[in-house]
DNA sequence: CATGAGAATGTAAGAGCTTACAATGTGAAA
DNA sequence: TTTCACATTGTAAGCTCTTACATTCTCATG
């Protein structure tokens, strides 16, 4: 039924060795040898079998990408830039996304290892755990293939950081927040990971920068969902925990604080001013739009696989890049021009 | 360096044949020597290469997803709903991106098809052309294995279709508009695809019924971006088209309308009253939220995975399942309570 | 015309797994 | 104890390709 180099062989009258130089784009291949072969395979419809390939060749060029979660606005907006920046590199990419759970995360990375993956790359800070032993499994894929922490950091062997630099922009999204009056910031987190602990330290280190005193109270981890989200801000508004402005570590819970705003009628930017994270669609489409921290994924993309090119050209590479974050503003603040 | 199959049974003291028994879960093989083997596999840290057990078994239980686009919200979801799903059915997915390009999506088709995969799902109408000679590669590809069309429909065989009744929710939308009294309403799209024309066919077909004429120059070809099709929209009103309502092919234009009217402080619905497509989160966050149109991308890719699994159990299978929208209202329409 | 270098092609041995079939082992029934 | 059925294990061929090495061809040179 299907063809394969055999029959391709046969039909061109070569012999198969002749067919894979073809297929691999060899020189040593006369211009009449190649035509003909060239012209059995378009007749036969033949496609080169992956598995044989790569079983011969111990690799196929494919690089593994896990992330927990593709439908989120920011990790597919990462994905596909890393899609595109390995092509265009001549890479293929294998996606998985894993969930939030260690035992599937472990499961499907061990799954891309199987496919012979020459490399991973590990999406989004939601990763690493803050117990050690529970990234020991990422250690030990690294033993094998190289690994890429995208938005996270491992010191370990063989294992190398791109990520941005959270820390300084919130430090310095809080600042600018503080010198335009506000005292009372409430800190919106979504889980302890390793960008959100980031953010956080950014947070406080502003604070302690003014000789301020954070109010514990102010942070809070919020649901994600928008619905849900309004509900818990509005929440904490009733139970009497003041805030004057809202920093955000996703920009659908900037976009829930301001349904929030609206829903009690208080002014934005006056009344309260609100900071969102990853500057997506979302805070443009948001009324007002949403000042937001752009943590610029396609920069942070294209970086990581450029590192990697480096490592396969066998060329040094520094276990950990930082990018630094863009603050885009819009209507939900009032800072004073930089 | 990687262990093997031969250095697990060298380790274990058994064949390669009861390694690969064990791999695969079957029966025939004694607690004892199971455990011996796993205990060989753990201490080696061994992985089977995928690329060899697809040689021998011909296929890897892994599908060939491919959309044009995963950063589009729609589409991301989508995929990660038919990721979810296959993996839930015990199958691997690999996924390409394969933009606008017809040769790029012939070139991923066949990159897809080298990977022997058991089948293929095309998601997105932007995979069906006009000219049928542009989609002939398609129906090739059928030949060697199923194709699933989400969201576009092309009668060949071993080609099957899940999608969604645009034509009939857009049908059903435009007659709500003109229940309530509006009469220039523009219909915004991105493209010709099979389901642009389904929804303008819909659009038409409202008309149609209440005996109306539509005015073509309130069909307008949008960019999606939101800044320019916030300028497009603005545009076309003060060029001195009227319209009092907006039905748009996508949410994020349905979002420029709505910061259009505020530009031009419409009062909306009063003044403007403005549909979208899709019921993504975009629809939620706008300020007033936008009544939009749900196509269910999650029922269409939960019913696509389990066409193709009817199909491997080799079951009969309708060559075209629709799935009907559901209208979600939010503040933009003012319809009546159904 | 003989020779030799280099280009073009072919042969055959893998790459790591599956699995049909053969061989061996086990225990119950005779 | 023998025999038979069946569970367990091993042997070897096969899946499709790559590639080192061997062979053959071509043609300029002596």
Same mark, same amino acid.
């Given at each position: 039924?299907?063809?394969?180099?055999?029959?391709?062989?046969?039909?061109?009258?070569?012999?198969?060795?002749?067919?894979?130089?073809?297929?691999?784009?060899?020189?040593?291949?006369?211009? $009449?040898?190649?035509?003909?072969? @060239? #012209?059995?395979?378009?007749?036969?419809?033949?496609?080169?079998?992956?598995? %044989?390939?790569?079983?011969?060749?111990?690799?196929?060029?494919? &690089? !593994?990408?896990?992330?927990?979660?593709?439908?989120?606005?920011?990790?597919?907006?990462?994905?596909? @830039?890393?899609?595109?920046?390995?092509? $265009?590199?001549?890479?293929?990419? /294998?996606?998985?996304?894993?969930?939030?759970?260690?035992?599937?995360?472990?499961?499907?990375?061990?799954?891309?290892?199987? $496919?012979?993956? =020459?490399?991973?790359?590990?999406?989004?800070?939601?990763?690493?755990?803050?117990?050690?032993?529970?990234?020991?499994? &990422?250690?030990? #894929?690294?033993?094998?293939?190289?690994?890429?922490?995208?938005?996270? %950091?491992?010191?370990?062997?063989?294992?190398?950081?791109?990520? +941005?630099? =959270?820390?300084? #922009?919130?430090?310095?999204?809080?600042?600018?927040?503080?010198?335009?009056? @506000?005292?009372?910031?409430?800190?919106?987190?979504?889980?302890?990971?390793?960008?959100?602990?980031?953010?956080? #330290? !950014?947070?406080?280190?502003?604070?302690?920068? @003014?000789?301020?005193?954070?109010?514990?109270?102010?942070?809070?981890?919020?649901?994600?969902?928008?619905?849900?989200?309004?509900?818990?801000?509005?929440?904490?508004?009733?139970?009497?925990?003041?805030?004057?402005?809202?920093?955000?570590?996703? =920009?659908?819970?900037?976009?829930?604080?301001?349904?929030?705003?609206?829903?009690?009628?208080?002014? &934005?930017?006056?009344?309260?001013?609100?900071? !969102?994270?990853?500057?997506?669609?979302?805070?443009? +489409?948001?009324?007002?739009?949403?000042?937001?921290?752009?943590?610029?994924?396609?920069?942070?993309?294209?970086?990581?696989?450029?590192?990697?090119?480096?490592?396969?050209? !066998?060329?040094?590479?520094?276990?950990?890049?930082?990018?630094?974050? =863009?603050?885009?503003?819009?209507?939900?603040?009032? /800072?004073?021009?930089?």
């Amino acid at each position: 039924m299907k063809a394969n180099i055999y029959d391709v062989s046969t039909k061109a009258g070569v012999s198969i060795a002749t067919v894979s130089r073809v297929l691999n784009g060899s020189a040593n291949v006369s211009d $009449k040898t190649r035509e003909k072969v @060239h #012209a059995a395979m378009l007749e036969l419809g033949y496609t080169p079998n992956a598995f %044989a390939r790569g079983l011969g060749l111990g690799s196929m060029n494919t &690089i !593994g990408i896990m992330c927990s979660d593709s439908s989120d606005t920011y990790l597919a907006n990462a994905v596909y @830039h890393l899609e595109h920046e390995l092509r $265009k590199n001549g890479y293929d990419s /294998f996606l998985c996304c894993s969930g939030y759970e260690l035992e599937t995360k472990k499961q499907y990375l061990k799954l891309l290892l199987s $496919k012979q993956v =020459d490399a991973l790359i590990l999406v989004g800070s939601s990763f690493l755990d803050m117990t050690p032993e529970n990234n020991q499994y &990422i250690v030990d #894929a690294a033993q094998q293939v190289p690994v890429m922490l995208m938005n996270a %950091a491992l010191d370990k062997p063989n294992i190398y950081s791109v990520l +941005c630099d =959270d820390f300084h #922009a919130v430090k310095h999204a809080t600042s600018s927040l503080i010198q335009t009056g @506000h005292r009372r910031i409430l800190f919106l987190y979504k889980s302890h990971s390793y960008s959100g602990n980031e953010k956080l #330290a !950014g947070y406080r280190k502003a604070f302690k920068k @003014h000789q301020l005193e954070v109010d514990e109270r102010l942070i809070q981890r919020c649901p994600k969902k928008l619905s849900e989200n309004i509900r818990f801000i509005a929440g904490l508004y009733d139970m009497g925990l003041e805030f004057d402005a809202v920093i955000a570590s996703e =920009d659908i819970m900037a976009v829930g604080a301001v349904k929030f705003a609206k829903s009690r009628s208080l002014r &934005i930017p006056d009344e309260l001013s609100i900071v !969102g994270f990853n500057n997506s669609v979302l805070a443009e +489409c948001s009324e007002p739009a949403v000042t937001s921290i752009d943590n610029r994924v396609e920069a942070l993309s294209v970086t990581t696989v450029n590192q990697l090119m480096q490592l396969f050209a !066998g060329r040094d590479v520094p276990q950990k890049i930082m990018i630094s974050a =863009d603050l885009v503003q819009r209507a939900t603040t009032n /800072f004073p021009p930089a």
